[in-house]
T-cell receptor, first 111, second 115 residues
Framework: QKEVEQDPGPLSVPEGAIVSLNCTYSNSAFQYFMWYRQYSRKGPELLMY????GNKEDGRFTAQVDKSSKYISLFIRDSQPSDSATYLCAMKRGGADGLTFGKGTHLIIQP | EAGVAQSPRYKIIEKRQSVAFWCNPISGHATLYWYQQILGQGPKLLIQFQNNGVVDDSQLPKDRFSAERLKGVDSTLKIQPAKLEDSAVYLC?????????????FGEGSRLTVL
């Protein structure tokens, strides 16, 4: 079992739809949870960062962490064609650790 | 503010040849990372530096990969000899300090094709 599982998609939805992206993980020591967005032939860029369990909202994006279920989600409201990208979940135990990434979900927003 | 610079952007080599990638992090960032991203996969950490010291190189295939950050600023990742399975994008990232936030700033990557 991989430490972080993420459905690679592709996930195709019409413009304006609510998008739900998810990851599960097996390492209960993970404390910090992130979502990165990666456009084709570009490096990942940080979208959302959450510590421990709970919700965090930033504009059209909401991140949720459920540590009891080892499950994290990213919701995108009013999706736009410019949201088409690969979304990578990432997590770390803390301190000096590097990030452990999921495979990434390829999202396509149809105009 | 200038971002993370990487070169070359693209490199094609034959197996058993050697290759080197260069990274210049954001000015003042103490922590530098090299990640390997194989097509269809998430980035995998190869090595993490704090200033010019190695923090984590547990996933670096040390028989063929090496990396250095001699003056605590820019860094070089070398592969010798290359194998077909080394075909990937090599991403360099930096962060202000090895702290608890997850914000890594990535470069655009160096895409390696091994024939």
């Amino acid at each position: 079992q991989k430490e972080v599982e993420q459905d690679p998609g592709p996930l195709s939805v019409p413009e304006g739809a609510i998008v739900s992206l998810n990851c599960t993980y097996s390492n209960s020591a993970f404390q910090y949870f992130m979502w990165y967005r990666q456009y084709s032939r570009k490096g990942p860029e940080l979208l959302m960062y959450t510590y421990s369990s709970g919700n965090k909202e930033d504009g059209r994006f909401t991140a949720q962490v459920d540590k009891s279920s080892k499950y994290i989600s990213l919701f995108i409201r009013d999706s736009q064609p410019s949201d088409s990208a690969t979304y990578l979940c990432a997590m770390k135990r803390g301190g000096a650790d590097g990030l452990t990434f999921g495979k990434g979900t390829h999202l396509i927003i149809q105009p | 503010e200038a971002g993370v610079a990487q070169s070359p952007r693209y490199k094609i080599i034959e197996k058993r040849q050697s290759v080197a990638f260069w990274c210049n992090p954001i000015s003042g960032h103490a922590t530098l990372y090299w990640y390997q991203q194989i097509l269809g996969q998430g980035p995998k950490l190869l090595i993490q530096f704090q200033n010019n010291g190695v923090v984590d190189d547990s996933q670096l295939p040390k028989d063929r990969f090496s990396a250095e950050r001699l003056k605590g600023v820019d860094s070089t990742l070398k592969i010798q000899p290359a194998k077909l399975e080394d075909s990937a994008v090599y991403l360099c990232a930096s962060s202000p300090l090895s702290g608890n936030t997850g914000e890594l700033f990535f470069g655009e990557g160096s895409r390696l094709t091994v024939l």
